[in-house]
């Protein structure tokens, strides 16, 4: 069966966000058309779909790197942060905004907390290798990815 390692992530996390937001069940909370998403941004995302976005790379992440915390995926989604004339430094992105997805994300029974981290259910597990499955079928050109 194929996995969510034999298809491109951003296909994969594209694929995913679509099926979420069909879901009706994960929803954006009011303050995101407000909020960046971590201190190394200057603007709020352009993407309307942005949540659904993060929601299904937070899935792939946590497929990815197994049991992982609320801080370790704040440094995944960190950059740099532009100061002028001075270096950049690195800064992390929003923890709220990764836990409050996360939430959402539990609710539905995708993901689940252990002592060590977040893992994902067998829900989880399944939404991210049918998406893959079904991407593997619809382009054959990634038989060689």
Known sequence: MTTAYDVPPSQLIKSVSEEL????????????SYVKTGASREHQPLDSDWWYIRCASLLRKI?????????RLARL????????????????GSGSIIKDALTQLEALGMVKTTKKGRVLTP???S???????ELKKKMPELERY
Request: no cysteine.
């Open 127 to 133: 939404t991210l290798d049918k998406a893959a499955h």
């Open 21 to 32: 937001k069909k879901t009706k069940k994960i929803k954006p909370p009011e303050w995101v």
């Open 77 to 92: 989604y960190g950059g740099k942060k532009n100061r002028g004339m001075k270096p950049e430094k690195r800064r992390r």
């Open 123 to 125: 829900k989880g597990v």
């Open 63 to 71: 497929y990815e790197k197994g049991p992982i915390g609320v801080s």
